[in-house]
């Protein structure tokens, strides 16, 4: 017995020291101080000397008896609970990721990483404003645009519109439209020849293809003798993109720059400047720096900002969403306070027993951590496989349920997006098991301590 017992002394000191390494490398990756309080606070209880008596007695308890069957099933619904928890927290978080990755990516297709442009409706000296932003080492490139509304009309269809006039040379080193042509190219728009690429939904809604007119009623008048008339000029489609972001696909008109200038009668003003960055996460600290370098009349914005209440409102849900599932993994955690509580119960005169055999206290306790913990320990497994496989499969899993029952969990117009995205960070796999085994084991502390104070002559009293 005496060399069995060493054996499982040092194997269990292998495990708890592997696993308080592999835990303490990842607080060392990206999770600091959670992480840091698991590897420093549990894992040193742990990893104290273990009796493998605890242990094998620990170990035998999970193992149902006939008439131990109801509180094995308690049991398993609590490893249920778990496994289902952290598979749905970890399946949403990787499908808000995803989202979020995918939205940015597409609204970035349109606009740009910085854009800079004057106080008023122009910038005064844009030449010199785009030489000295293209110096900074993160911008890529810079290309000049006009910005201005209007409503395009074609037969009795009429829609609301943003006009935007590029130069077709430069465009493409800002931007990705050229990329998203379902039909014609930018380069089919020429000055002088007024004609415009619509969005996908926008020629839909205007019921037009490449090759047909449409009037784009400008809203800055022109004084006459009958009075000030809005400006009208016929425009020939020559292009059609479709960038996958349905806001930007549904009101995006682009036409030659020169022709937007002589449309909203600007003088060979531009409405401001658009940059490119090496890195798009550094954009806030391009603004910073462009900002010191360029005229106080001179305003400089990041992507970020064009959609900030957009983006902060997908990160204000994702964490509430994260919270309440959290919830649902500490609930199912907790439940095997009840579960441990019935066992406790139910072993009490083994308890006693093994009291007066010599066991102490702490062995008790220990009895029962055991049991609690591999209980956690079988859910927060199936909870890391299940989660993977479900945000890997999660678009599939959703085409499934929306031919089954004919719904639509994405509609374009509302999230920006058709399809349903997914991202799989180990960051999120990696918190959310370190939260749902940290509950685990929280949640053994109390029945495990209630099994230790039991009372030997008390227990046997009656049996």
């Known amino acids: ?13 292998q495990i708890t020291a592997a696993v308080k390494e592999l835990l303490q490398l990842a607080v060392s990756l990206s999770w600091g101080l959670q992480l840091s309080f698991v590897a420093n606070c549990i894992f040193p209880i742990l990893h104290r000397p273990v009796n493998s008596f605890p242990l094998f007695v620990g170990l035998r308890y999970t ?3 006939q008439r131990t069957r109801f509180i094995s099933v308690i049991s398993l619904i609590s490893v249920i609970g778990i496994a289902l928890g952290m598979t749905v927290l970890i399946t949403v978080l990787s499908v808000f990721n995803g989202f979020q990755r995918e939205v940015r990516t597409r609204m970035l297709s349109a606009i740009a990483h910085v854009q800079i442009s004057g106080l008023g409706e122009s910038l005064r000296d844009w030449q010199t404003v785009a030489a000295t932003a293209a110096k900074h080492p993160h911008v890529v490139a810079a290309a000049p645009y006009v ?3 209007g409503l395009l009309t074609s037969g009795g269809n009429v829609r609301g519109t943003f006009l935007r006039g590029i130069d077709p040379a430069q465009e493409g080193k800002v931007s990705e439209i050229g990329a998203h042509m379902l039909s014609g190219t930018l380069n089919d728009l020429r000055s002088g020849e007024y004609n415009v690429a619509l969005g996908a939904p926008l020629a839909r809604a205007l019921g037009v293809v490449v090759g047909d007119k449409v009037v784009l009623v400008a809203p800055q008048g022109q004084v006459t003798p009958a009075g000030i008339l809005p400006r009208l000029r016929q425009f020939t489609v020559t292009g059609i993109f479709e960038i996958g972001h349905y806001e930007i696909d549904a009101g995006l008109a682009v036409v030659h720059i020169e022709d937007a200038q002589r449309l909203y009668r600007m003088d060979g003003q531009v409405s401001g400047v658009r940059l490119k960055l090496d890195d798009l996460f550094l954009a806030r600290q391009v603004v910073r720096e462009l900002l010191a370098q360029l005229p106080p009349e001179v305003s400089v914005s990041d992507w970020s900002r064009f959609n900030a209440t957009y983006f902060r409102a997908v990160e204000l849900e994702k964490r509430m969403m994260s919270l309440l599932l959290f919830f649902i993994i500490a609930i199912a955690a907790f439940n095997m306070v009840s579960s441990l509580f019935m066992v406790v119960k139910e072993k009490q005169a083994d308890i006693a027993i093994l009291r007066t055999m010599g066991a102490s206290p702490g062995d008790v306790m220990r009895i029962f951590m055991v049991q609690g913990t591999l209980i956690g320990a079988i859910g927060v497994l199936c909870g890391i496989v299940f989660g993977i496989l479900g945000a890997i499969n999660v ?3 959703i085409a499934f349920i929306e031919n089954l029952f004919h719904v639509k969990f994405m509609p ?7 399809d349903l995205p997914s991202q799989l960070q180990a960051g999120d796999v990696v918190l959310t098991a370190v939260v749902a085994f940290t509950l685990s084991i929280l949640a053994t502390i109390y029945p495990s301590w209630r099994a230790a104070k039991v009372n030997p002559a008390e227990a046997l009293r009656y049996e």
């Open 395 to 397: 678009a599939a899993i």
């Open 147 to 149: 910005s201005a509304q």
């Open 412 to 418: 374009q117009d509302v999230y920006q997006i058709a």
């Open 63 to 65: 193992r149902a008896r």
């Open 1 to 13: 017995m005496s060399r069995v017992s060493c054996k499982f002394d040092c194997v269990v000191r």
